[in-house]
């Protein structure tokens, strides 16, 4: 009979493992993630172990320095394992797959795939050891961390599993400090958009704002930009990595703020962030780097360094930063610098989501509308890359009513389409890399993808659309019946499907002072599920022709909903009373 694995590891808890001083050992033979891995594996008859790492991650270098420089360890490896490290940044499929496991993730794989053991965060040079003994003793599947599900659920929510949704929601808020119940403290995107999407209740609105505001923590008062979280349970102890897909989030969730609120202080947040972006996560082509290391001296704690003013941080030196160029990564900011403008009127946040997306759209298109991760163009394509240029691209259209960014969001999905659609329900992650794990669908990703779906169907007025959105609703349904944690963005999904989103349409020739000026009053509308038009009768029929407009002889602005439209307002004060009164912000 086979010794249950936590037992082998209580009894390698014992063991001496440690190298011999005489004996010697050679670095760890790391190679990348590929199907080589695992037919090497299967020949030598080794277990194969997988390093998911993050560059900016502290622990991740502790572990460098202290748990793979150690003899013991490089002989275990050498021994029975074939090791694998990935930059979980630049693999979005493995990245989505183990995001709950830390960075850094700890993988252990049977040659033909099959996981064995999983482990989130840093170990030391003894506790590895006895893992990879454990591991080698009794190689069975540890029990009880089981993946969810890609069950198909319905495409709408159940009224039971929004009421157990909301309870979620309502339960896991920290109602003294703000955030969400957790030992990391950090702004859940989803969770505060959906407090702010129902801020007419004073208690969503009290959840949002305390968030807002107690995660200005989280702010670097030198350079600006956001820490990833803090731990303790509290916002005091910030962990000082600065991750692109941090700013963004952040930068859109304060300029959503502020259109609601015209808090000053939501405003200063987000500009103290969009200024970080540009000064030091912008390269000098105008796309955007992944991230910022959180250590000045790889696996030495920083906090000294981080309470300095600039020029004695200058003086001891500056946090690696991490110069790729992703596709996700500029997708995220900017959708962000898109919405910062919606929100402020600030130019210069709309100009560098132009430059970034210019420069995406020339350096990683994979054609058909489609976007690869990085330059390399290997036949890797990830979900992420896509979808965060898709959304880029809508919030480009929006922004600046330009129509050629709609036809790229709308090739976009199309590729997303063919490229990554479940047969039964959601989309998965990635394309297969000729590796034994088969591509899953991950809950973030597709949260944002049945929005954005959703909303691209109502510019474009492509019905298949919403259709693909109901699809990944599929996904997100039979998820919520599992999850134990707040999910808010399955509902803001679910509500979204099942409503319109507010219309304002601006009828003038491109280029018109006052179309130019209504348009303005219509994006600084607050709230981010809205249909912002700009239609120039003379470039042809608009792309979603549901409502007709009368020919006017001046630029005109119409608040429609269900295929109607408000008499027309010719000046911006007019056309911001009446969108008031309509909306009753």
Known sequence: MAIPLALVLSLTSLWPLSASATTSSAPIAWQPWSATAFTQAKTQHRYVFLYLEAVWCHWCHVMQKDTFSDAGVQQALAKNYVAIKVDHDAN????????????????????????????????????????????????????????????????????????????????????????????????????????????????????????????????????GGAYQYSTGGDWLHPHYEKIMRVQAGYLRTYAQAYALWHRPADLNTALAIRDYMRSFLRSSEGAFYVSQDADLVQGQKADDYFKLGDTAR?????????????????????????????????????????????????????????????????????????????????????????PQWLTHASNTANFIVRNFRDKDAGFVAGIAQRSPLKPQADLADNISLARFFNLLSYYNGKATLKEEAQHAMKFLSAQASQIDFEEAGILLADEELSSEPAHFTIVATHGDANAQALYSVALRNAGNYKRVEWWDPASGPPANADVSYPKLPKASAFICASGRCSLPSFTPKDYAARIAATTGQ
């Open 92 to 223: 979005p499929l493995l990245a989505a797959r183990y995001r709950d496991y830390g960075w850094p993730a700890l993988i252990f794989f049977a040659a033909d795939g099959t996981e064995i053991v999983k482990r989130a965060g840093y170990l030391s040079p003894r506790d590895f050891q006895n893992l990879l003994a454990a591991i080698v003793a009794n190689p069975s599947p540890e029990a009880g961390d089981v993946m969810l599900t890609s069950s198909t659920g319905s495409s709408q929510l159940s009224a039971e599993l929004k009421r157990s949704l909301l309870k979620l929601h309502e339960d896991d808020y920290d109602p003294k400090l703000g955030g969400l119940r957790s030992a990391q403290k950090f702004i859940d995107r989803d969770s505060v958009e959906y407090a702010m999407a129902h801020a007419k209740n004073p208690a969503e609105t009290q959840k949002a704002k305390q968030t807002l505001d107690a995660a200005r923590a989280l702010i670097d008062p030198v350079w």
């Open 314 to 402: 200058r003086q001891r030196g500056m946090p690696r930063i991490d110069k790729h160029l992703y596709a996700d990564t500029n997708g995220m900011a900017i959708e962000a610098l898109a919405q910062h403008y919606e929100a402020t009127g600030d130019n210069e946040s709309l100009s560098m989501a132009k430059a970034a997306a210019q420069w995406a759209m020339k350096h990683r298109a994979a054609g058909n509308g489609g976007f690869f991760h990085d330059g390399s163009k290997t036949h890797a394509l990830y979900l992420s890359d896509n979808l965060a240029m898709g959304r880029a691209s809508l919030a480009l259209y929006r922004a600046s009513g330009e």
